[in-house]
């Protein structure tokens, strides 16, 4: 598929591409290509926009839409600054030969890197400017007095004298660079960014005409199908490649160490060869027993270890404080879990090769793509093409590798689609944790010193340029994930940073003098250790962030109730930030928060206790949590109204209230789908969603056996207030929600029944185990 | 291998394969279908569904041979980005949906129930959607559009 062919198909416009000047390619610079960095742009403001004949305008981002809403908000963002009708954009993303390198797109940090001042943002303001000022040439009047409308510049005191973009530039180039004191338009101007566009893939996604990865069909294209090794670090001892021999369609067997995969001409018959394939598997090291895992990992000796914030004087005041509270809290292994397995297909011909994937990353994949493959990375194009929302790194690179290893072996484009199975029991889990908090509280109830410390499991991650075997396939075909160094005692911090979120809230996040923090204790102590899983780990929605947030937002509110005070005054109490303040306040006014202490019954629970009556029925109750998302990057508070069934140990979430703050707001209704969304995945992996093993391989295979919420589920009804910040950054807003989601259910918990859960899930099981224990 | 001779979307299609191979590598591979989609291979999530005489199915373990002679209608069928169907459109006007993927089974496991019990209440509709996976937790929107497309069969 050529790449007109390839836009075309992607439902966007027909561009001319001869009169397009594609993005130079900008070369990689190995430091920007680790994860989390944005990738270098373009300097020149033709690898961002291109202005045809007709005025039409083609804008080119290196940050694509994986299901968020982020391709309409971007094509928002550049009919308002460019002030042409939203219809006369469109918009090419994550093409290695056609966009700019902007990284990775993950991590809340699309909304951050280009509708700020940098990147898409400022390429469009460069534009207008420019065109403005061409037109100011043209037409003779200072640019001051010129208006720009639909595409039209004119004169604001007589419009007569008016040039439009296609007449000013168009089928030639801008041969600028990006314009650094570009000025953006003022939030107050906007009649695009700002209102709640509706997404554009879907009504070809709801009638079933939008073109997925999974429907990329390129002439000659064959079909692949992995053998994965029965147990984790299986190795290969020998491959009987008769007993496939004769199967129909059946083209190759490829293995290439301990990668084994079945090429044919049909996907069911590859399926069934696949099946069918005689693999004689070394077993790996046996797996420790799930039961115990988080002792095992509370115990390991090997880590590496990150001291965020220390004031060096934690000890002392836990010594000699009047009360100290503690709690420990677990974190299971989740799985992204994509609701489609990942898929992709790879067309190698000798020492080009071109990649259709989902990946979030064309730019780093294609640099260790061509580690696996052997080839120059200037001869691999990866072309960004949507898969089902991956919420981190999930099976599209890695599915990438295995196409691109099979073309490869073959010489023809070859189609991978993974099964359940494969996808779920060798992904990149989002990890496990075990938190462990002691706070000193004086006489007043005020927290006088906060101590935490954490530790998670790691191996492998975001392959980035140069390592592949941070990713399953890469490790199966030899290469190994990026090493683990234990270090221990940790050095002290240099500078402040949030550390994802493993600094709570509370405490002033004080480095070398400096309050980097969002709260008022001063004496604090927060460190984590990492240390080697069994599994491969990876970046899963709101990573690290949201396992620290549980455990800080559960235990301000263990502390709160040790104290019989109320969960939102206590927390305003120990709060500085006044836009952190200002979202705890706004959820609880919607959610018409009751001060009072937590649990609800407390009285009747004690003379249910006195009279050995143990509850039951359905108990309700409350709760709040809250967090600046990365300390920079997004507000949330959120309230939870829930029912605990205290025969069953079922929890119903009734109501959710979110106050979000993640600065201007450029699409309303896109990111109110992000927080219910967020709210929605979070209640799923609050309440059931864990990954299990047992002595050699992970058992959580399907949807039986990784249970998920489905559409029969009651859901809760949600409420999202959003404070629009106009001239505050733009912040994230895919991660806030989700993040705040499990402390609000574990203290409305709690609040109904005085039962505190302090392991995720909350199955019914441990619910019910937990309310027995009471 | 044999050939099987089905109706997909109103349009007469024969194939020459391996009767038990599933309707779905029909539809999305030699059929080039870009609705009905691979999840699980598992009847578990409903990616692949499609309408069969009416009742969804779930076509990664429907043998296409149980199908033949048998209309098939998938995503495409119901209607098109010009002209959509009313519970396409209510998707639309309720912006239902974030990556899209798990849609065929959501639009027609509703649609299916909904001819069937028009005068269907939200408890029942939402029980209806058992097995029905959305991982981007659009829930509630989607049933929100389901419940609009009702209102509409109704009135």
Known sequence: MNRRRFIVRSGALVVSFGAVRLAQNVGLDTAVMAQGLNGPGSRQLDGWIAIRADGSITAFTGKCELGHGLYTAQTQLIAEELCVPFSRVTLVQCDTAATPDQGTTSGAQSHPANFNSSNLALAAATAREALVAMASERLSVPAGQLVVRNGVVSAAIDSTKRVSYGELIGGRTFNLALNQNARRKSAADWTVLGTPVRRVEIPAMVAGRFEFVHNVRVPGMLHGCVVRPPSTNGSVRGIDRRSVEGMPGVVDVVVRKAFVGVVAEKPWQAIQAAARLKVDWAAGAPLGPHADFHTRLRGDASTRDTRMVDSGDVDAALSKAGTVVRARYHYPYQMHGSVGTACAVADVQGDKATIWAASQAVWPLRSSVALVLGLRQENIRVIFKQGPGCYGINGADTVAYDAAILSQAVGKPVRVQLSRRDEMAWENYGVAYVSEERAAVDQEGTIVAWDYEAWTPTRGGRPGAGTPGNLVTGSLAGFEPVAFQPRSPAPAPTAFANGNNSVPSYVTGTVNGRAGGTGRVASQRVVIHSVRSPFFTGPLRSPDRLQNTFAHESFIDEIAASRRLDPVEYRLKHLSDPRLIAVVNAAAKTGNWQSRPSPLGAGALAEAARASARPTGIASGRGISCVLY????????????????????????????????????????????????????????????????????????????????????????????????????????????????????????????????????????????????? | MSRITLRVNGTPQTVDLDPATPLLYILADDLQLNGPKFGCGLGQCGCCTVLVKGQAVRSCITPVSTVAGAEVTTLEGLGSVEKPHPIQQAFIDEQAAQCGFCLSGVVLTAKAYLDRNPKAGEAEIRKAMSGVLCRCGANTRMLKAIMRYARGVKA
């Open chain 1, 630 to 774: 990365e300390g920079d990057n997004g507000y949330c508070a959120m309230v939870a109204e829930v029912d605990v069934n205290q025969d069953t140990g079922a929890v119903i979430v009734r109501r959710l209230v979110i106050a979000n703050d993640s600065g201007p707001i450029s699409n309303p209704d896109g990111l109110r789908n992000q927080l219910e969304g967020g709210a929605i995945q979070g209640i799923s992996r609050t309440l059931l969603e864990e990954v299990t093993w047992d002595d050699r391989q992970v058992t959580s295979v399907d949807w039986r056996t990784y249970k998920p919420i489905y559409l029969s589920d009651e859901m809760p009804a949600i409420e999202t207030i959003l404070i629009n910040r106009p001239d505050m950054p733009a912040a994230g807003a895919g991660e806030t929600a989700v993040t705040v989601v499990a402390g609000a259910i574990a203290n409305a918990i709690f609040d109904a029944t005085g039962v505190r859960l302090r392991q995720v899930p909350f199955t019914p099981e441990r619910v019910r185990a937990a309310l027995l224990a009471r």
